[in-house]
């Protein structure tokens, strides 16, 4: 079996009921898998999950767009409060990303051969894309530099943003501190690799337990920046993704029924978000804000997953396709938003009108999806392709 290249712009999953001749392991013991997938697999794609990167980036975006209309707009606001939910768009990314990093190693080799070419899927999937971005921000830097990093005072460490190694200050690239703790997560999924399949489950439940217990008893600020990412209660968004993709693979996960999978994707975001806004869950990182979002979000996959393997429901294609493009829109977002801006800030808004505030966060909104187009298709894809063909005369 082959890794997907691309984990963060095509999902793979396993359906082991359309072949039975592979012989591949399951990471689940014999009384936990379903009948019907033993063995066999069939590669293919969950689109909603697709879809949900989808609005995980959105969500990320206009928790960033609120930042930059107060920044430009004069006083009045057109944003409403409730959207600095968005920030937990990054929380989705990560339970994604646990749920990805299992359906697309369902049944591989645990060889040396395998992590490599597992680790080099992830290693060549961020940094060249990431690398070009951050090239862009050190270029604005070094024109402007009271335009880059203002809020810590304009202070970073430019080995480590290269490299993405946990550091003090966030890199230049500020979204990029998620990607820090992106490649912890590969780093463990690559050690379990290591081992058989059927080890996968119990190393993710001590692999928790000791994020819980190091979160519960020592605060994560205290820590030196490589502790801090090792013991960041981010790792348990990572594991719950896991968990549902493990969950996809067993008997349960036949039993899920679709009018219970339809009430949970209505009454999570219509109740749940509310309630973490209500509750100002978001308002740190800690093992509370962990717990309960990444749970919800863990559902919700899937939910949707279990829909769509029943060809019951997926979310609308447009999300798909902005799913797609979701990491260039990640990396680049802050950059048109900031240069859109300050252009508008030259317009000189007008207080106390609304209208232009709108009209501006329209035009920011449609700069960044229309950037993402641009981006994916220019930068994203060709390194892609770049990192296929490179795979396949290495590893294959």
């Known amino acids: 079996m082959q890794y997907s290249d691309e984990p963060l712009s095509a999902i793979d999953f396993v359906d082991r009921t359309k072949d039975k001749t592979s012989g591949f392991p399951s990471p689940l013991p014999s009384f936990f898998q379903r009948s019907d997938q033993r063995p066999g697999i069939h590669m293919n794609k969950w689109f909603s999950i697709q879809a949900l990167r989808g609005l995980a980036v959105l969500g990320v975006v206009l928790f960033h767009l609120m930042t930059i209309e107060k920044k430009y707009s004069g006083g009045d606001l057109f944003l409403p409060e409730f959207l600095t939910l968005g920030q937990s768009g990054v929380d989705l990314f990560f339970v994604i990303s646990g749920f990805v990093m299992v359906s697309i190693t369902q049944g591989r080799d645990n060889n040396s051969g395998g992590v490599s070419r597992f680790l080099w899927s992830r290693l060549s999937r961020i940094y060249p894309t990431y690398w070009v971005y951050l090239i862009l921000t050190a270029a604005v830097f070094f024109i402007k530099p009271d335009w880059v990093n203002s809020s810590q005072n304009h202070q970073t460490t430019f080995f480590s943003a290269i490299l993405l190694l946990p550091d003090y200050h966030r890199p230049f690239v500020m979204v990029a501190w998620s990607l820090i703790h992106e490649l912890w997560f590969y780093t463990m999924f690559a050690i379990f690799l290591k081992f058989n399949p059927r080890y996968l489950l119990p190393s993710l439940v001590v692999w928790g337990l000791i994020i819980t217990i190091a979160s519960t008893v020592t605060s994560t600020a205290n820590l030196s920046p490589g502790a801090r990412i090792v013991l960041h209660p981010y790792s348990l968004e990572f594991i719950i993704g896991a968990f549902a993709a493990i969950f996809t693979t067993s008997k349960y996960f036949d039993t899920l029924s679709i009018r219970l999978s339809f009430i949970s994707i209505v009454i999570i975001p219509m109740a749940g978000l509310p309630l973490i806004y209500a509750f100002n869950i978001l308002k740190n990182e800690g093992l509370m804000r962990v717990s309960i979002i990444?749970?919800?979000?863990?559902?919700?996959?899937?939910?949707?997953?279990?829909?769509?393997?029943?060809?019951?429901?997926?979310?609308?294609?447009?999300?798909?396709?902005?799913?797609?493009?979701?990491?260039?829109?990640?990396?680049?977002h802050i950059l048109v938003l900031a240069a859109v801006g300050r252009l508008w800030s030259i317009t000189k808004p007008i207080q106390n009108n609304l209208f232009d505030n709108m009209l501006a966060c329209l035009i920011m909104s449609a700069a960044v999806l229309a950037y993402g187009w641009l981006g994916y298709r220019l930068v994203e894809h060709p390194l892609l392709r770049i990192s296929h063909n490179l795979r396949s005369r290495w590893f294959e």
């Not at 919700?300 to 979310?315: G, Q, R």
Request: hydrophobic share 40%; net charge positive; aromatic share 12%.
């Open 294 to 332: 990444g749970t919800l979000y863990g559902l919700l996959l899937t939910c949707l997953t279990a829909l769509e393997m029943k060809h019951k429901f997926c979310l609308p294609r447009f999300l798909q396709s902005i799913g797609d493009r979701s990491y260039t829109i990640y990396l680049s």
